[in-house]
């Protein structure tokens, strides 16, 4: 579980994956849930492929969120040249943004590639998935999350990172 009181940054596909099986509402209720302009502006996009029970109305996500900050090309700079390119444009706004701050926060993706560079970059810690988050305050979705949102899958990554399997 994150530290108390510590911010959750946030990946576009975890918030589109917690409002799709219905649990958004049970995390910001525990978690205090950030993200950056980046992910907010990807949850808004293929609007055309969602059904509508999957549409996420955005001026109530920005009133749910704790903040969307603002990142800078300097930021963004910086991690590219950490090897950030490997990352799509919002995983890459939501690690520069993490890496400028010096507090206790955790972040919450379903990317290889993002949970890669986070490792990389001495952050294995700090990493969470959503499914583990979810467990941390005893809420079971009534649809199970795709396998790359749950604990099992992060531990996975993580092992073999830390073992030169990947």
């Not at 379903?110 to 979810?134: E, I, K, T, W």
């Not at 979705?141 to 531990?155: M, N």
């Amino acid at each position: 579980m994150p530290p108390q009181n510590a911010p959750v940054l946030i990946d576009a596909n975890a918030i589109i994956e917690a409002h799709r099986k219905g649990c958004w509402a049970a995390l910001c209720g525990r978690f205090r849930i950030e993200t950056v302009e980046q992910c907010f502006i990807e949850t808004q996009t293929g609007f055309q492929r969602r059904r509508q029970e999957e549409l996420i109305d955005p001026a109530a996500l920005r009133a749910q969120l704790t903040a969307v900050h603002a990142v800078s090309q300097v930021e963004l700079a910086r991690v590219d040249l950490l090897g950030g390119p490997i990352l799509d444009e919002g995983e890459k706004a939501l690690w520069a943004h993490a890496m400028t701050r010096t507090d206790a926060w955790v972040l919450c993706g379903p990317d290889r590639a993002s949970m890669r560079f986070g490792f990389q970059q001495g952050f294995r810690d700090r990493l969470v998935s959503l499914g583990g988050m979810l467990n941390d305050i005893g809420h079971r979705p009534r649809v199970a999350l795709g396998a790359q949102y749950e604990k099992t899958w992060l531990d996975r990554l993580l092992n073999d990172l830390a073992m030169g399997l990947l």
